[in-house]
């Protein structure tokens, strides 16, 4: 029976995910990303699926295979990525950005492949645009959770994140702890919610950790609608 009450959940609920880092590009053969592999995003949308949501699921480039009935867009830049969350937002009700997003990118792209010389070489780079930031803007009745990838003081930045960019939730992790964050099957968090309420979510699976949040999500949003 409870299996039966998680699977149906998030039913009629449309479920929007980014998972992945993103490539930015310099010259045709080198760019600069960061340890993202995609794990818990894609954790999110498989759980989400398996909760009976209609998924859509944003991925920057990564090695996994898409989870059952979900709808996989796949992007490369930074830039590309705003482009497909900002065009998906509007039709659906629950939002998570989990996808790590090159805060940066080189402000000139060549053409050709540059050759080395001697002597240093130093790269110019460009802010590239706050894609959360810009759905905390535009959001209206979506349900909107963020991440936080943080080293230190991860309370302190992560709770600034979640009022600054307007967030329902934030997921916070300490990406340099024993088993969290880049590249692990598993994570340890601290979801806060603009209420208040305050999870603390020891070190679990990345499925495991993507169904507390999802359930997390579907009962505010569905106490809200009640
Ligand atoms: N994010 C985004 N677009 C960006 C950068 C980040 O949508 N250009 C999102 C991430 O997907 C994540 C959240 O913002 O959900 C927080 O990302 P994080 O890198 O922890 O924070 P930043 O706001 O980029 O700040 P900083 O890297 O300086 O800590
Ligand atoms: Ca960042």
């Not at 959940?9 to 490539?23: E, F, N």
């Not at 989990?98 to 940066?104: C, K, L, R």
Request: aromatic share 6%; charged share 30%.
């Amino acid at each position: 029976e409870e299996e039966q009450n998680r699977s149906s959940l998030l039913k009629g609920k449309k479920v929007l995910i980014t998972a992945g880092p993103t490539q930015e590009k310099i010259d045709p053969v080198r760019y600069f990303t960061n340890p993202s592999t995609g794990k818990m995003g894609f954790a999110l949308a498989r759980q989400a699926s398996l909760m009976g949501a209609e998924v859509t699921l944003v991925a920057g480039p990564v090695t996994l295979d898409t989870p059952p009935r979900v709808k996989r867009i796949d992007v490369t830049t930074a830039e590309e990525m705003y482009e497909a969350v900002t065009t998906e937002f509007s039709h659906h009700d629950i939002v998570i950005k989990s996808a790590a997003v090159a805060d940066y990118r080189p402000k000139n792209k060549y053409e050709h492949k540059m050759k080395k010389s001697t002597g240093d070489y130093a790269v110019e780079m460009e802010r590239t645009k706050d894609i959360l930031m810009t759905l905390g803007e535009r959001k209206t009745k979506q349900y909107l959770i963020g991440f936080a990838a943080e080293t230190n003081d991860v309370e302190y930045y992560g709770e600034q994140k979640l009022r600054k960019k307007n967030l329902d939730a934030i997921v916070m992790n300490n990406v340099s702890a024993e088993g969290t964050g880049f590249a692990h099957d598993t994570n340890s968090s601290i979801y806060l919610t603009k209420e208040g309420k305050r999870l603390v979510l020891p070190l679990m699976s990345k499925d495991q950790l993507a169904q507390r949040i999802l359930t997390e999500a579907a009962e505010t949003v569905s106490g809200e609608a009640t």
